[in-house]
T-cell receptor, first 110, second 116 residues
Framework: DQQVKQNSPSLSVQEGRISILNCDYTNSMFDYFLWYKKYPAEGPTFLISISSIKDKNEDGRFTVFLNKSAKHLSLHIVPSQPGDSAVYFCAAAGTDKLIFGTGTRLQVFP | DSGVTQTPKHLITATGQRVTLRCSPRSGDLSVYWYQQSLDQGLQFLIQYYNGEERAKGNILERFSAQQFPDLHSELNLSSLELGDSALYFC???????????????FGPGTRLTVL
């Protein structure tokens, strides 16, 4: 039972445009959400997070939106850069529980 | 460089064998987490230790065990290995007590285990 789903395994975006990565969750007890970025042959790197008491958190080019009623979060990257090409994992956290999605591979082309 | 080290980088072994993966957390971090990433799977949380004590358990098989030593390094022991255990195993560390918190988890580069 996938409690955290990233339904798009891959996404291709032109440099300078917006990248939108989506994540859905099923457990309403999750109250903290994170995005990680992973380059090949490296471990995941924390990118941005959001608490369930907020609906938006911004850090530079990265913004995470949370829609609790829809149990949906998204990561917006604008403008996208070739160096953003990586696999992005969303994760949802609750008491003693941390569940990762399967990841979305983002390719930013010139 | 996250400051988390994992050894070995690659491990090839046969079914039925036992292996030990090692992780050294970032300096000052008391929590160590272990994750498994299989092909086409997300990161599966296995287990967390905080300052030597088991703190939380995820989808860890009974054939797997872990411990955290007084110097805070951790080992993940995988026994009676099966083909399906082939995966990337990541270790992460943080200063946090909880399984999650606003304290970031810093991941090591992973150990790729191949079971033949």
């Amino acid at each position: 039972d996938q409690q955290v789903k990233q339904n798009s395994p891959s996404l291709s975006v032109q440099e300078g445009r917006i990248s939108i990565l989506n994540c859905d969750y099923t457990n309403s007890m999750f109250d903290y959400f994170l995005w990680y970025k992973k380059y090949p042959a490296e471990g995941p790197t924390f990118l941005i997070s959001i608490s369930s008491i907020k609906d938006k958190n911004e850090d530079g080019r990265f913004t995470v939106f949370l829609n609790k009623s829809a149990k949906h979060l998204s990561l917006h990257i604008v403008p996208s850069q070739p160096g953003d090409s990586a696999v992005y994992f969303c994760a949802a956290a609750g008491t003693d529980k941390l569940i990762f999605g399967t990841g979305t591979r983002l390719q930013v082309f010139p | 460089d996250s400051g988390v080290t994992q050894t070995p980088k690659h491990l090839i072994t046969a079914t039925g064998q036992r292996v030990t993966l090692r992780c050294s957390p970032r300096s000052g971090d008391l929590s160590v987490y272990w994750y498994q990433q299989s092909l086409d799977q997300g990161l599966q949380f296995l287990i967390q230790y905080y300052n030597g004590e088991e703190r939380a358990k995820g989808n860890i098989l009974e054939r797997f065990s872990a411990q955290q030593f007084p110097d805070l390094h951790s080992e993940l022991n995988l026994s009676s290995l099966e083909l399906g255990d082939s995966a990337l195993y990541f270790c992460a560390s943080s200063a946090a007590v909880g399984t999650y918190s606003t304290d970031t988890q810093y991941f090591g580069p992973g150990t790729r285990l191949t079971v033949l």
